[in-house]
């Protein structure tokens, strides 16, 4: 049987909106195992963003259930917020790639260093860099900063520090938003292909029902239903 | 919807910018405004103090007995215009006055001015006369009946006479000299203001690019948008101007209470400041600032189309620093002086956020860490991006720096000058029918005074320098004494011979004031040929004495030395008793001269005196600059935590990325103490520079006289301190950011966020 | 302006020594006490005059004046008008016979204030002098009478002599002998001379019938002036009420004899009025507040009104009261109006007019 990489049960959230708590999700559960893709679709505000943040650690529940890479995160087991804070860290820097719409890169390095600081922090050499580089087609722009390059070059730069560091698991929240439709397949096929090639996991939050197509399973944010 | 309400729906959207703009504007008018009024006192304070020391009238009786009450009750009641002053020893220490302010009504004061006995007394040292009066049951004191001018015309009762009354030595020109320098340090203030409100202008275009952006495809000219910026801005600055002014008026009068206390632990004494100064001035001068900070990139084309098109690169402005440079070394004209000032503040202004930012930038590309790179980059980005808060607060450092040295050598040359100018403990006046002769054998015949005191006599004249254009040659002071001792022996001298005060007693020749040898040019070893009496007598020159605010040209020289001709301006005696008592001394000199009374002064009680009384001018400026630093200081941190929040979203991403928050936060205070202990040690330089331009040049030309220049170390750690305070709470400020999750990167790039 | 100047007489003492006592209502002073245990005193309705003592201090009272008016003619017949006034501000009440202070200790348990004027061809000239008491230079005695500070003194042998009074000031002097016809006139209830519907008030007694004669220097020039004048003491321990803006005061001689001393006191919203009808053959008046009607003439004009209307029908009283054409404005630490006036009306005459509170 295949471990499953990711598991996620219970998962209730809200907000404040003033004074009205706004419900995001409730009793949510979603399940990943190794190799596989789930598509997160949703209209706006249906809460794609924050289940995915959920699930890397960088927002907490109100109350369920996360079980990733073998740590296990559960509302109702009190713990130490620094503890789970550094189980969390720990998770992000060396195992789990997060991919934004946009700004995944420090603007005052360069695509190659952004990389390899990346690679760094998850304990990875940081020969390879440049090869990622070159593997998503960007090799000749190693030495430009962000701010020299496209949006589409740029998303790129942020797959390839992703790769660099060897991740288990990768999310993506709508990792080619701000990019146009060309440019966004081209990205996106090459999230696919890697993904596909190293077996790591792959979550990605999209409204683009096409490329929730490409995902080998889908959840729809908007009517809690996984089909 | 109007352009107008379509450019400020921005604000709308972002009120917290607004915010931040208005206040940046509030604060930059309450520190000129605090400034512009605490000078305005520190400049009252020095009148009061000058005119507490100037020489005036008082009555004695004729019999020489003491003046008392009924003397003052009766020469009141013959309608003459007389105040009791009793001077006695504070409890605390120091010296009190008791004053009458009722009686000192009827003195007149020049121009609307106040005395610093008459409104309200402050115990500095005046008090009122009745405190005085029951200090005077312990210990005694002295009454003394002044005399105002106008009183003095009618004539008096019998039995009275009128004689000099002085309190301190007069101050010459050492209170010129502090005005100057107080006035060169407003203008730098406002300068600093300027810079304050130009950085928060700046932020706030580039918060509005993405606006700005819109409104030019709308097909609006962007003439328009510029004439309608510049209302928007004058409007603002109206609104923000005069809260601005209010609140820098209450932070300066509020000396005497809240603020002041806290000053109060960080002096150890408490400030006075009163009303007075006015709001035109400060509503003006800030409507002006904020016009010509916000104009300036109008004014910048016309400027460039100038000076001839170039941009301004690196080595033009290195070459204006060391052109200011040099000029502050070699001009001998005020004006170039400032000059030269002006263009080397410009010159350090923009060279230092640019110096940082290449230095950063050189250290990241040799960091083999790549954690150490970034912040590298960061803080290279930072400083580019922050450049005018930063110099705002370097040129605030600086000027914290020399105003420091600057107030701390006044103190200690106003201590310098009164120990010249009172040299002794007792200063006895000879009578004009005294033959000095057996009051010097008999002082020289003492043993205890041989032992333990110190006396000489002191004889003042005029002398002439022959020569110069008219021929008419130059009349100089002669400050003729003998013995010479070490009553003037610890005075420092700018140049001598190698044993000057050796020759000086043997007779080998004369010393001159600091005046003296730069107007004339006299310089140590020359021969100098002065015409004393009917003779000319050459003398080489063995040292060159400074004479703090002292207008004329002065020789001194040993009082066996001159000839018998010499007409005799005024004789006396300084005499430091020792262990003899000075009424031993003044009884036996009584008996010597046959005479009922002797003026007798009592120097120490002087010196006293005239520093209470001056103390308060200094302090009132200490406050002023620690107030500008103050909030320099706030100004950064308010600029820095709003540009610090554009990248709030990057900083993010170091969490994001795995680091623990308390990791990043790490980063986050290296990288804002990095900046700001860099801006201090920028600072230094410049700031040493000024003290040296305000002591050792603009003195030196305006008024031909130089003060003693000193450096404070330690108040160099106590800023640098400070320094790395801020970049603290910079940092603090924004790890606070870091724990928000709904930090957005959306309009990261329109913040200018994305720089590199 | 009695009180006016005094209220803010006490602030500049204030920076000498203790806070002063509430400026406003001080209908309680009377109990305030200072430190040795002697109360403020404070007038009240029943209390009687006593002569010649009351020409002297009363150090238990918190102020005090001696003030006198004159509306004198030159030998070439031009009107001229006068004012000395000495006032005395207590900080701490002393009994009548307590020892004062020693004078070597500059004691500060009252200040003098002295104010002199001279109205002359639309000039006004005004000096004012300040003193601590105690001290010797400024003072009173009642007998021999001698009110003084400075160079500047009122002297008699007994209040019933001749008085002659001296001011000297830069630029000019008078100096004028004084003859006391009649008896003191006590105003109010024998003296006790209410300043609010409430009862508070003040010891108040006048001098109406002085025949002056002396001269007058202005610069180089030496009048001889002879001509009336009006002497009041007044001496009480509290201020002006709170509600209390200021005060307008009338003292008349009308040709026919007879003399009226009006005042009123303002408040927002209507004032208290009070005075004195001096029948030229008969005993003195007490005028009730509605026996007396007094308003300026033009009720809408800014600053101090120089016409004014005043009513005592009960007697025929029916004038017309102005300043003449100058400003006689006392421009000293507190400054008010202090003006000879012409009565026209029912009666002919002169007399003195103050204004205090009108915002100046």
């Given at each position: 049987m295949v471990d499953s990489l990711l598991r996620a049960r219970g998962l209730n959230k809200q907000f404040r909106s003033g004074n009205e708590p706004v419900q995001v999700f409730r009793d949510l559960s979603l399940r990943l195992d190794e190799g596989d893709s789930l598509a997160l679709t949703g209209r706006s505000g249906s809460g794609k963003s924050t289940l995915l943040n959920i699930l890397c650690g960088l927002e907490k529940p109100d109350a369920g259930l996360v079980e990733v890479l073998g740590e296990t995160f559960d509302s109702r087991k009190p713990e130490v917020p620094a503890k789970n804070e550094a189980r969390w860290g720990n998770l992000r820097r060396q195992r789990i790639g997060v991919v934004f719409q946009e700004a995944n890169l420090m603007p005052a390095l360069s695509l190659l260093d952004n990389v390899?600081?990346?690679?760094?922090?998850?304990?990875?050499?940081?020969?390879?860099?440049?090869?990622?580089?070159?593997?998503?087609?960007?090799?000749?722009?190693?030495?430009?900063?962000?701010?020299?390059?496209?949006?589409?070059?740029?998303?790129?730069?942020?797959?390839?520090?992703?790769?660099?560091?060897?991740?288990?698991?990768?999310?993506?929240?709508?990792?080619?938003?701000?990019?146009?439709?060309?440019?966004?397949?081209a990205v996106i096929g090459q999230l696919f292909e890697l993904q596909a090639r190293h077996g790591c996991g792959l979550i990605l939050a999209t409204h683009d029902p096409e490329l929730a197509a490409r995902c080998g399973r889908h959840l729809d944010l908007g009517h809690l239903s996984e089909t | 919807m109007t352009l107008l309400a379509a450019l400020f729906s921005h604000y709308r959207r972002h009120p917290l910018q607004l915010l931040a703009l208005a206040t940046m504007i509030v604060l930059a008018t309450m520190l000129w405004t605090g400034v512009y009024h605490l000078t305005s006192q520190a400049r009252a304070s020095l009148d009061q103090s000058e005119s507490a020391v100037a020489e005036r009238q008082q009555v004695t009786r004729e019999d020489g007995t003491r003046m008392t009450v009924a003397d003052f009750v009766e020469l009141r009641r013959a309608g003459l215009c007389v105040m009791p002053w009793l001077e006695v020893s504070s409890p605390e220490g120091g010296r009190l006055v008791g004053v009458d302010p009722l009686a000192a009504g009827c003195f007149e004061q020049p121009a609307s001015e106040e005395a610093p006995w008459q409104g309200e007394l402050d115990g500095r040292p005046f008090v009122d006369i009745s405190e005085a009066a029951e200090l005077?049951?312990?210990?005694?004191?002295?009454?003394?009946?002044?005399?105002s001018d106008a009183g003095s015309i009618g004539g008096l009762p019998a039995g009275y006479r009128l004689a000099p009354f002085r309190v301190g030595p007069d101050t010459g020109e050492l209170g010129d000299s502090f005005l100057l320098n107080l006035d060169a340090l407003g203008v730098l203030v406002l300068l600093i203001t300027a810079l304050l409100v130009r950085s928060v202008y700046l932020l706030g275009m580039a918060q509005r690019r993405d606006s700005f952006a819109l409104l030019h495809r709308f097909g609006v000219p962007q003439s328009r948008v510029n004439r309608l910026l510049v209302v928007e801005i004058l409007l603002l600055a109206l609104v923000c101007i005069v809260p601005g002014i209010w609140l820098g008026r209450w932070l300066a009068t509020g000396l005497g209470s809240g603020f002041g206390q806290a000053l109060e632990g960080l002096f150890d004494q408490s400030l006075y400041a009163g009303q007075g100064g006015n709001w035109l001035v400060p509503l003006a001068t800030m409507l002006a600032v904020v016009l010509v900070a916000c104009l300036a990139d109008f004014l910048r084309p016309l400027a460039r189309r100038l000076v001839g098109g170039n941009r301004r690169s690196g080595g033009s402005v290195l070459l204006m620093l060391v052109a200011g440079l040099a000029l502050s070394v070699w001009v001998m004209d005020l004006l170039w002086l400032f000059v030269a000032v002006a263009m080397v503040f410009v010159a350090a202004g923009i060279l230092a956020p640019g110096l940082i930012a290449w230095l950063a930038d050189r250290r990241a590309e040799s960091d083999r860490d790549l954690q150490a790179r970034w912040r590298h980059r960061e803080l290279s980005v930072l400083a580019r991006r922050l450049a005018l808060p930063l110099v705002a607060l370097q040129f605030a450092m600086a000027m914290v720096l020399a105003v420091q040295a600057l107030v701390t050598t006044f103190e200690g040359t106003f201590d310098r000058w009164l120990a010249q100018r009172l040299e002794a403990d007792f200063y006895i006046e000879v009578p004009e029918t005294g033959d000095l002769a057996p009051a010097l054998d008999w002082l020289a015949a003492q043993p205890e005074l041989a032992a333990s005191g110190l006396w000489h006599r002191v004889i003042r004249g005029r002398a002439t320098l022959p020569g110069g254009e008219d021929r008419t040659g130059t009349n100089v002071d002669v400050f003729a004494l003998g013995p010479v001792g070490p009553l003037v022996t610890d005075w420092q001298l700018f140049e001598s011979t190698p044993q000057p005060w050796q020759g000086l007693q043997q007779g080998e020749g004369v010393m001159v004031n600091e005046q003296l040898a730069r107007r004339h040019g006299v310089r140590v070893g020359q021969n100098l040929t002065v015409v004393l009496g009917g003779q000319s007598i050459e003398f080489p020159v063995l040292a060159v004495y400074p004479d703090y605010g002292r207008p004329a040209g002065e020789i001194l020289v040993n009082a066996s030395m001159l000839p018998p001709d010499f007409t005799i301006g005024f004789q006396s005696l300084s005499v430091s008793p020792g262990n003899l008592s000075i009424d031993t001394v003044t009884d036996e000199l009584r008996r010597i001269w046959q005479v009922e009374e002797l003026t007798v002064r009592?120097?120490?009680?002087?010196k006293e005196l005239a520093s209470a009384i001056f103390d308060q001018t200094f302090l009132l400026t200490r406050a002023m600059t620690t107030l500008t630093l103050i909030l320099a200081a706030i100004a950064l941190l308010m600029m820095g935590w709003v540009f610090f929040s554009t990248r709030a979203w990057y900083f993010r991403l170091l969490v994001v990325w795995g680091l623990s928050r308390r990791q990043a936060s790490a980063q986050l205070i290296r990288l804002s103490v990095a900046l700001t202990g860099a801006i201090a040690l920028l600072a230094l330089p410049l700031g040493i520079w000024l003290t040296w331009v305000l002591v050792h040049r603009i003195n030196p030309i305006a008024f031909g006289w130089s003060l003693p220049m000193a450096v404070y170390p330690e108040f160099w750690l106590e800023l640098g301190v400070l320094s790395l305070l801020i970049g603290l709470c910079i940092a603090?400020?924004?790890?606070?950011?870091?724990?928000?999750?709904t930090v957005a990167p959306v309009n990261a790039n329109a913040l200018a966020g994305g720089d590199r | 302006m009695r009180r006016w100047v005094l209220v803010g007489f006490m602030v500049v003492l204030a920076g000498c020594t203790e806070p002063p006592q509430e400026t406003g209502f001080a209908g309680l002073a009377g109990v305030a006490k200072n430190e040795s245990g002697v109360p403020f005193l404070q007038p009240g309705p029943g209390e009687r005059l006593t002569f010649p003592d009351d020409f002297g201090p009363h150090p238990q009272h918190r102020i005090e004046w001696w003030y006198l008016t004159a509306n004198l003619e030159t030998s070439d017949g031009e009107p001229l008008g006068l004012q000395w006034t000495q006032f005395r501000q207590a900080i701490t009440p002393r009994s009548a016979n307590a020892e004062p202070p020693a004078a070597d200790t500059w004691p500060l348990e009252a200040a003098w204030m002295a104010h002199a004027a001279v109205s002359f061809d639309t000039r006004h000239y005004f000096a004012e002098k300040l003193a601590r008491g105690d001290v010797g230079h400024a003072g009173a005695q009642a007998e021999p009478l001698a009110v003084w500070l400075d160079d500047w003194q009122l002297e008699a042998g007994s209040w019933k002599e001749p008085w002659r009074l001296q001011v000297a000031e830069d630029g000019w002097s008078y100096d004028l002998t004084l003859r006391v016809n009649g008896d003191p006139v006590a105003h109010g209830d024998n003296g006790f001379s209410a300043k609010s519907a409430d009862g508070e008030g003040s010891m108040y007694f006048s001098l109406v019938?002085?025949?002056?004669?002396?001269?007058?220097?202005?610069?180089?020039?030496?009048?001889?002036?002879?001509?009336?004048?009006?002497?009041?003491?007044?001496?009480?321990?509290?201020?002006?009420?709170?509600?209390?803006?200021?005060?307008?005061?009338?003292?008349?001689?009308?040709d026919s004899g007879d003399k009226l001393m009006a005042f009123r006191l303002r408040e927002q919203e209507s004032g208290f009025r009070s005075g004195t009808w001096i029948p030229d053959d008969g005993k003195p008046v007490a005028l009730q507040p509605d026996q007396l009607r007094l308003r300026p003439a033009n009720p809408g004009n800014e600053g101090f009104p120089r016409q004014w209307r005043l009513e005592v029908p009960d007697y025929g009283v029916e004038l017309e009261v102005s300043a003449p054409p100058g400003d006689y404005l006392n421009s000293g630490l507190y400054p008010y109006w202090e003006s000879p006036v012409t009565v026209a009306g029912s009666h002919s005459g002169e007399g003195y007019m103050e204004l205090t509170g009108y915002g100046d």
């Open positions: 390899r600081f990346r690679a760094r922090l998850a304990g990875q050499s940081e020969e390879e860099c440049q090869d990622w580089l070159e593997r998503l087609g960007i090799g000749e722009l190693a030495d430009r900063f962000p701010d020299q390059v496209s949006g589409g070059q740029r998303q790129r730069a942020a797959l390839a520090m992703v790769f660099a560091m060897k991740p288990a698991l990768i999310l993506a929240d709508e990792p080619t938003g701000s990019l146009d439709r060309q440019t966004a397949e | 005077v049951r312990e210990q005694a004191g002295q009454l003394s009946l002044l005399i009592d120097n120490r009680a002087i603090l400020l924004m790890s606070r950011q870091l724990k928000s999750p | 019938d002085l025949q002056i004669e002396g001269t007058v220097t202005l610069g180089d020039r030496t009048l001889n002036v002879t001509g009336k004048g009006w002497f009041d003491r007044e001496w009480s321990s509290q201020f002006l009420k709170s509600g209390q803006q200021g005060w307008d005061w009338f003292a008349l001689h009308l």
